[in-house]
């Protein structure tokens, strides 16, 4: 699409390349792709600045049904090629999507420095907690005891907790929602694009062929208001099917408790209000889950700061006229062309 077209008004076709899309029939994969291609209008997104950076898996191949620029790299290193990209023009969109195989197993190590960083890009982890392209083997988020190629007799691995894991390493801005969350998702896509900075959104999707109703409880309408808490800023930690119940500090003040408002003295006014600002909260919220606890979805933590490509073009900018050249692809040439040794002072 030429830079002339863009004074129209853009939808989600403009974002839709012309390539059969190709998920097993029902993959949770196809509602997030849709969520997107209708959420990028509204944020004023353009396809001549956006990039999409995949690694190795099913969500992987996101970039073909993106009508933006896109690369499909190798498994476990999109973080790396985002980097390099954001770095050398700060000005592109870049939206990072990878699954909780492709960027916890082998790219765990590319995602907690990227993280770290602060890079300003959108990192998007589909989390079916399996490995769907290589026939259902247990990922880093299997649950204990789930039978599956690699693991006959049950997975004694502990899973990771793509949000546990994201605060862990340093990121600002953590967030959780659903492939089938319809309404919600758009909204979380907007909030991570807004935030400067890094940007972790975990996605619950299913997988229809090798671990399908891994979210049922979550996702059921007859048991989802029981299993899943949406947590708001400044808005109380209530859930429930009669929004009954919610979260308080347990008595001995470390840790959290489910409480029953109207039962024992608890009133609405107990049930702790959700603060995205604070990472103790944030922490404790992104571990929760069955079967004592609800799954929380929403903005978990936000606090922005300076993000890294921000400060390597603050720091050149900045730098001597020994460290920084106007015309940087010749000087980079003269090096490559000088032989085969030279002398750094």
Excluded at 4 to 11: F, I, V
Excluded at 153 to 173: I, Q, Y
Excluded at 208 to 222: E, H, P, W
Excluded at 310 to 330: C, E, F, M, N
Aim: one cysteine or more; hydrophobic letters at 40%.
């Amino acid at each position: 699409m030429s830079v002339a077209t863009m004074s129209k008004p853009l939808s989600d076709k403009d974002f839709a390349s012309d390539q059969e899309v190709r998920w097993c029939p029902g993959c949770g994969d196809y509602a997030i792709l849709k969520a997107l291609q209708r959420t990028l209008p509204a944020l004023g997104a353009e396809p001549h600045k956006t990039v999409f950076v995949s690694g190795i898996g099913c969500s992987s191949r996101f970039p073909y049904y993106m009508a933006t620029y896109g690369f499909h790299t190798i498994h476990g290193r999109a973080p790396a090629i985002a980097t390099g990209l954001k770095i050398v023009n700060p000005e592109l969109d870049v939206w990072l999507i990878t699954g909780d195989g492709d960027g916890l197993s082998i790219g765990g190590n590319h995602l907690m420095h990227v993280l770290r960083r602060n890079l300003d890009i959108q990192i998007l982890l589909f989390n079916n907690q399996v490995y769907g392209l290589t026939k259902g083997q247990y990922s880093p988020t299997t649950p204990v005891g789930q039978r599956t190629p690699s693991s006959p007799m049950g997975s004694v691995d502990a899973p990771v907790r793509p949000c546990t894991f994201a605060l862990g390493a340093g990121a600002r801005f953590v967030a959780r929602s659903g492939d089938t969350l319809l309404k919600h998702l758009p909204g979380i896509f907007r909030r991570a694009h807004e935030h400067r900075g890094a940007s972790f959104v975990e996605i619950l999707q299913n997988c229809i062929v090798y671990n399908d109703g891994a979210f049922a409880a979550m996702t059921s309408k007859q048991t989802a208001a029981d299993n899943v808490l949406f947590a708001e800023h400044g808005k109380p930690l209530i859930f429930g099917r009669d929004r009954d119940r919610g979260l308080v500090l347990r008595p001995d003040g470390f840790g959290l408790a489910v409480a029953t408002i109207g039962e024992g003295g608890v009133g609405e006014d107990d049930i702790l209000k959700h603060d995205e600002t604070n990472p103790m909260l944030a922490t404790a919220l992104a571990a929760l889950g069955p079967p004592d606890f609800p799954t929380v979805m929403g903005v978990l933590y936000c606090v922005p700061g300076e993000s890294f490509d921000r400060a390597v073009h603050a720091q050149i900018a900045g730098a001597g006229p020994s460290l920084r050249t106007d015309d940087p692809v010749s000087d980079v040439l003269a090096v490559l062309r000088d032989g085969d040794v030279w002398d750094v002072e």
